[in-house]
DNA sequence: CGACTCCTTGCACATATGTTCACGGCTCTT
DNA sequence: AAGAGCCGTGAACATATGTGCAAGGAGTCG
């Protein structure tokens, strides 16, 4: 009855199963595992490790549905987005806030993507830091798609969000649909021509189709400044002219006002993220934003309704609610 | 902006909370936790016992969808059953096995169990062992249904499956519906003359409408006997009849044959247990199996259709599909 | 008001877990 | 076939975690 070609998984994972089980189910300790499994307790250590952070194992918190907190109740009813707020201690860094917001999230970002879905991806600093914590979920027929290009004059910027997005179709085992153009055109012509042909269509289509969008806000004038304006994708003329049009933020290089309002801002008719109607036509929109100097920004994505979740950190959950 | 009626949650959970998201979620240490929440190290290993105790913390094992054991797969072909066999060592003793497998029944309970929901549960040693480790989940407007009395000629028998079952209900949050019969009756026609009354129709209308059935098998000819035939239930005369009638075994004390008959079986005129065909109406049929000496009976089980899911240990699993 | 219980806390110790390192068995060269 | 590199292993050490215990604080009763 015993078939030669037994398992269709490796050893180490059907070991790494099986200690999981025993060590997270059953309560056992590694030595006793160890004993089971006619190996080491450095060894078990290690299969547990592996589990983990190869998702076999999967560690969820979940509130008590009472348990919202006061500030995350005041976002709900104030802003009408479920919020989720990650502790963090108040004296950390803005450094340390994004790591561990982008941690969290990067654990729970399973939770919103699954098979046969599209989940369209921005990048910067803040997706970055997501995409270098993922845990893996197998998935099936899923895809990833760009949201807007990452071209700029000094480097094709390509690699950058190349490898950011590689990590979510990776850890996801998606396809992925890059968007190999400036981050910006020189001239909105060139982008209307562009748009019209077919390998284009294919990749807007996607967008439009989205079922998750993921992507952080911008905040061009802040003190920290996102990559975005500080890696060469904007000259100054560009960026006074933002300025002047009284732009306070951007979601996927798309640019808004404090009241949410595109309109009137130049920059938009050249730039390659989506448009904000098509991000709204979204069912979830994930936000991500660590450190108060995003709080301009995030309160204008807000008025635009771009945000369905928002993930962000304690300190700058309270600045954004004034308490 | 600060409420003075701050938390609906209390102060310990809501830590609990937070120590759980930075443990689980964010990898901090105990050390690093106790800082921020203004407490020792000791203290946050006690905030994640209680979380880890009360729920709030979830953790699963999700293999990869390839990863099923061969032994799943077999008894998945053969009975077309989705079996989840779990590790144990073959050195383990059957209390082993049966604390084992009723601790990993436990904690995945919760998958199958939801709010709306009705489950039915029978009682006896393997359904006390699950109750002793549930952990608990919130649901709402639950029900829990006992599948059948417990009512004994030495006691009423009732403080034992009471207890079973009101852990479960206590654990979910659950109503709970009771039995109060004895778990055979003398004559059948008393019994016919009970089912009448409006307090049992309604219990036997919530049977009919259960989404999820949870109970063992009884093997009353193995050498390691159930709780129910060394529990004053049956005499001499009745064990006697069931072995010439050729019972193998029951499910919540109604009796089949190695075939899955239950024809002309006198004892289960006078039984309390469900119709097998209203069992077998319920969408999920849940049966928790540990020890070898139960693998005729959990055949006869089978062999009656009375099964959708089966937990099993290994040693068993492997009896079972003899090889 | 004090004596009592009950619960919580942090310390100190006992365990359990994570990680470094040197070794040995592989495969792939040459 | 010998050598070089590349895992995977377990022993030893370094940390992190769990727990018994004594002390202290809040509530209750006489």
Same mark, same amino acid.
């Given at each position: 009855?015993?078939?030669?070609?037994?398992?269709?998984?490796?050893?180490?994972?059907?070991?790494?199963?099986?200690?999981?089980?025993?060590?997270?189910?059953?309560?056992?300790?590694?030595?006793?595992?160890?004993?089971?499994?006619?190996?080491?307790?450095?060894?078990?250590?290690?299969?547990?490790?592996?589990?983990?952070?190869?998702?076999?194992?999967?560690?969820?918190?979940?509130?008590?549905?009472?348990?919202?907190?006061?500030?995350?109740?005041?976002?709900?009813?104030?802003?009408?987005?479920?919020?989720?707020?990650?502790?963090?201690?108040?004296?950390?860094?803005?450094?340390?806030?994004?790591?561990?917001? %982008?941690?969290?999230?990067?654990?729970?970002?399973?939770?919103?993507?699954?098979?046969?879905?599209?989940?369209?991806?921005?990048?910067?600093?803040?997706?970055?830091?997501?995409?270098?914590?993922?845990?893996?979920?197998?998935?099936?027929?899923?895809?990833?798609?760009?949201?807007?290009?990452?071209?700029?004059?000094?480097?094709?910027?390509?690699?950058? %969000?190349?490898?950011?997005?590689?990590?979510?179709?990776?850890?996801?085992?998606?396809?992925?649909?890059?968007?190999?153009?400036?981050?910006?055109?020189?001239?909105?012509?060139?982008?209307?021509?562009?748009?019209?042909?077919?390998?284009?269509?294919?990749?807007?289509?996607?967008?439009?189709?989205?079922?998750? %969008?993921?992507?952080?806000?911008?905040?061009?004038?802040?003190?920290?400044?996102?990559?975005?304006?500080?890696?060469?994708?904007?000259?100054?003329?560009?960026?006074?002219?933002?300025?002047?049009?009284?732009?306070?933020?951007?979601?996927?290089?798309?640019?808004?006002?404090?009241?949410?309002?595109?309109?009137?801002?130049?920059?938009?008719?050249?730039?390659?993220?989506?448009?904000?109607?098509?991000?709204?036509?979204?069912?979830?929109?994930?936000?991500?934003?660590?450190?108060?100097?995003?709080?301009?920004?995030?309160?204008?994505?807000?008025?635009?309704?771009?945000?369905?979740?928002?993930?962000?950190?304690?300190?700058?959950?309270?600045?954004?609610?004034?308490?």
């Amino acid at each position: 009855m015993i078939h030669p070609n037994d398992p269709p998984l490796s050893d180490r994972t059907s070991d790494a199963l099986t200690a999981a089980q025993l060590y997270y189910v059953q309560d056992l300790t590694m030595e006793a595992i160890a004993q089971e499994l006619h190996t080491s307790r450095s060894s078990v250590s290690r299969l547990l490790s592996q589990a983990r952070a190869s998702g076999l194992v999967d560690i969820q918190i979940r509130s008590p549905l009472d348990a919202p907190s006061r500030v995350e109740k005041l976002i709900l009813d104030r802003f009408q987005v479920t919020a989720h707020v990650l502790p963090v201690p108040d004296y950390a860094s803005d450094v340390d806030r994004l790591e561990r917001v %982008a941690l969290s999230v990067a654990r729970i970002l399973g939770e919103f993507f699954d098979s046969n879905m599209i989940m369209g991806i921005a990048w910067g600093s803040t997706m970055n830091a997501v995409s270098r914590h993922l845990t893996p979920k197998r998935t099936h027929n899923a895809q990833i798609v760009q949201l807007n290009g990452a071209g700029n004059t000094r480097s094709t910027g390509l690699d950058y %969000a190349n490898e950011i997005l590689r990590r979510f179709s990776n850890a996801f085992d998606a396809r992925l649909e890059q968007f190999p153009v400036p981050t910006f055109f020189d001239d909105p012509a060139t982008r209307t021509a562009y748009w019209r042909e077919r390998g284009l269509r294919r990749l807007l289509e996607m967008q439009g189709n989205m079922d998750v %969008a993921l992507f952080s806000v911008g905040s061009p004038f802040s003190m920290v400044p996102s990559h975005v304006y500080v890696g060469g994708y904007l000259d100054d003329e560009e960026f006074t002219a933002l300025s002047d049009a009284g732009v306070v933020g951007d979601v996927a290089t798309v640019f808004y006002r404090a009241d949410g309002s595109t309109d009137g801002i130049p920059l938009n008719d050249r730039g390659t993220g989506p448009e904000l109607s098509v991000l709204r036509r979204t069912p979830r929109r994930i936000c991500v934003v660590a450190g108060t100097s995003k709080v301009d920004s995030l309160r204008g994505a807000l008025a635009a309704g771009l945000i369905t979740d928002l993930f962000i950190d304690e300190g700058t959950a309270r600045a954004l609610v004034g308490s």
